[in-house]
């Protein structure tokens, strides 16, 4: 028998080569590649690709309503943010065309943060109390008790001199859509004739009409300050 060299087994070495996909997940030249071919695919599908878009949206707007309404109030917030002379617009043209839902969101509003809107109030007086001072006085050039009375008289003179409400003795004169809330100060169809104790009570309280039917009227001149000319006689 002849001799047989016997070579060493061949220790094979396991294999350490893999792909980087399944290792390390797609590589950045993977990702750009599908983000191209996504949309290349959208340009060719544009209202398919809307159509899904806008699916997705809704589904997750109805998973997720909190973060929803959350993310809504942001956007909103920033642009009021970055657009304020449009955003004031905007909502005052919105509080003209809806005078009533306009009285009923504020009045609602007030009732809930009562503390903290007379607190902001006072804050701002002390801070601006030159411009307050303005436009109090500016205010009252417009609609104060005798200049109003007296230029509503002269602007319809049709419209009884008593007052709406309860009938009796008219002192003031009245804005049916308050200034506050955007009403306007110089329309005469926006005036109208109350007592002093109606227009009072009535601005301090935002009372409706029908709560004040059952308070009577208060006499002339009850509320008139002394050593002011009193120009609104009936």
Avoid at 9 to 24: D, F, G, L, M, Y
Avoid at 111 to 135: F, G, I, M, S
Wanted: charged share 35%; hydrophobic share 30%.
């Amino acid at each position: 028998m002849q001799n047989q060299e016997i070579s060493e087994p061949q220790v094979i070495a396991p294999c350490t080569t893999t792909r980087s996909s399944k290792v390390n997940g797609p590589t950045d030249e993977a990702r750009e590649r599908k983000r191209e071919n996504s949309r290349r695919w959208r340009l060719r599908h544009r209202e398919q690709a809307r159509t899904e878009s806008r699916e997705r949206a809704r589904l997750w707007r109805a998973a997720h309503p909190k973060e929803t309404l959350a993310l809504a109030r942001e956007s909103m917030r920033l642009w009021r943010v970055r657009h304020q002379v449009e955003s004031r617009a905007k909502a005052r043209r919105w509080r003209i065309a809806h005078p009533q839902l306009t009285r009923v969101i504020a009045r609602r509003t007030y009732l809930r943060n009562k503390e903290r809107v007379a607190e902001h109030t006072r804050r701002w007086r002390v801070a601006n109390r030159t411009k307050w001072l303005e436009q109090k006085h500016l205010r009252y050039m417009k609609v104060g008790h005798a200049s109003s009375v007296r230029w509503l008289r002269r602007m319809r003179p049709d419209l009884p001199f008593v007052c709406a409400i309860g009938g009796g003795p008219a002192d003031h004169a009245d804005h049916l859509w308050p200034v506050s809330l955007g009403g306007p100060a110089d329309d005469p169809m926006n005036l109208r004739y109350l007592c002093a104790r109606h227009n009072t009570m009535r601005g301090a309280a935002r009372r409706t009409d029908r709560e004040l039917r059952e308070i009577p009227c208060s006499e002339a001149g009850s509320y008139h300050r002394p050593g002011r000319p009193r120009s609104a006689q009936p």
